[in-house]
């Protein structure tokens, strides 16, 4: 956990490393296998002409697609990171607290919305999914508070969560829409992100994440409690509504371009947490970073268990952290 | 009266920015007429005083007397229903937080332990805030240094022992390098060696020119250390006097019905539970006292 500056420098580079080789793997790698010098080619050689199967497959599948699971990576890890200065809680995640379906609930009702009522003019999805982020964190916040302890507010979450999917599972039943866009939302997954996607998705990562980046040093005194953060001349009032808007924002992105990806924000933080300690300078940047290799990784998985069918990414995400959730819960060192 | 004659120190401030007398000015934080409410309950009703730089001063009174909420609201985390803070010429909630960090830190009675954080990476967020970044380190060091807690910079603040935590949380609010510094209870829960340490460190930063208001419960480190203290009862200041002063008794006995006497020694200070020449005045005391143990 002591580790040196240069240590961390090291670290740093080397997880940048890692999540380039990921990504190569995820662009190389599914149902249908690409050499190293294709993959290269279609990503390098600007003059190229679309014709080519592989090209067609980087350019319009694989490589948006790669891009998008690692910007929800990060964006998810930078999220539970927020979430948990701002709650003083470990254990927080959008997840496990319910945001993410409130968010998802939104995007449904939305879409629905102006399937039923073509002449409605609703904003545009993402806005409604951080909409639904906000309006379902903020009555978490204020129903249980901050103060009143981790397991209260974990109860909540997972009250308002299965409220909220109950909710999409009835509107979209009640819609009579496909069963795969219902998996969608309740599960997530990438496998409807185009470049249209990412057109709107990375800016509103960058500013989030840029946002919660910007907080470091209050976040560090934040969670040494109100009254320590106060004295050392942070706005706390101020600095907590800037958290809570810049993890609804996060949390709205990821949801509109990928639905319900659950435990992301838990393991990733706690992780990165475990490795190069609590200070947020060093944290946020780190858990990032694994978040995107993390998810980039899950989706690539995802995709190559049972082709030419695709798992759910929320389903091997939960598969994965529920187990982990559950052993935090047991051996949580929380004052 | 008060405030036009305010307005005019305050005008002739302004016109001699660079006089020094005005640095001797910041050098105390005064308040006036302080009210505090909290959910509905009158915490403090009206309370003056002024906290000088070297000074070093005591504040008593019963639980619930209103001690830790006059701490915060000196450092303007309770907005007073009525009255002000002032900081030399300065209305003290007029200053942007990090200005305000300059002149006051506040060491709450527990802070909670960051999850995961070294104590340098404590001390360096609070350093960050108010300290131009190439003397962060050094803020820190110094900080560290005044408090003997060098050797634990590495540590773990979840893994420190009681005491050593609370050095590490006077440390990070010395880290902001203030001018008045306030603690609530500092000394609760310490064993005698720490206790003694922490009001010779105390003592320290009073000597080096820093003004510290020591909110105790513990009376006899009060009138053994502290130049004078501040005796708060029901939301008011029943007595603001040096130990020594000979009115002590009547009004430890008005705050804490019991017949409390300080005495001193070689420069301690003992509290006396006078029940003998006092028995008729404080049967109950005397009555607690004769209970049978079982």
Redesign the interface.
Known sequence: ??LSRFQTTLLFVGSVALLLAVAWAGIAMGSVRLPLREVAIALLHPSLISSDQAVTIVRTLRLPRVLAAALCGAGLAAAGVGAQALL?N?LADPYTMGVSSGAALFAVAGLLATFLIPAISLPPLPVLAMTGAALTFAAIYVLVGAQSGGIYLLLAGVVVGSFCSAFIALLELAAQRATQELLFWLMGGFSTVSWQTLVWLAPLLVWGGGWLAYLS?EM??L??????A??????VRSVQWQLFGAVSLLVGAMVAASGMIGFVGLIVPHAA??IV???HRRLLPMAALWGATFLVLIDLVARSILPPAELPVGAITAFLGAPFFLYLLRHR??? | MLGEQRLKQKMGAEKSAKDPSRQQKEQVLHFEQLHVQLRGRRVLNGVDGQLCSKQLVALIGRNGAGKSTLL?TL???YTPTLGSVWVGERLLASLP??????F?????QE????????VV??L???A???APANEVSARVAQAAGQTGILPLL?R?C?SLSGGEWRLV?IA??LA?APRFLLLDEPTAGLDPMNRYEFWRLARRLAGNGCGLLIATHDLEEGFSFANSLWLLHEGRFLLMAPSTSPDWPNALQRAFSLPLSPFHVDGWASIHVDLRSRADKAPASRAFLQMPIP
Do not use: C, W
Request: glycine share 6%; no cysteine.
């Open positions: 956990m002591n003083r470990p040093d560090d005194l969670i040494q409690g109100e009254e320590a106060h004295s050392a001349g942070v706005r947490r475990l300690g609590g200070s060192r929380v004052s | 915060r450092i303007a985390f937080a990090v200005q305000r960090a300059r006051v830190a506040y060491v709450p802070p909670p332990r960051p999850l995961a954080m070294r990476d404590s360096n967020a609070a960050r805030k108010t590495d773990a979840t949380s990070r609010a902001q």
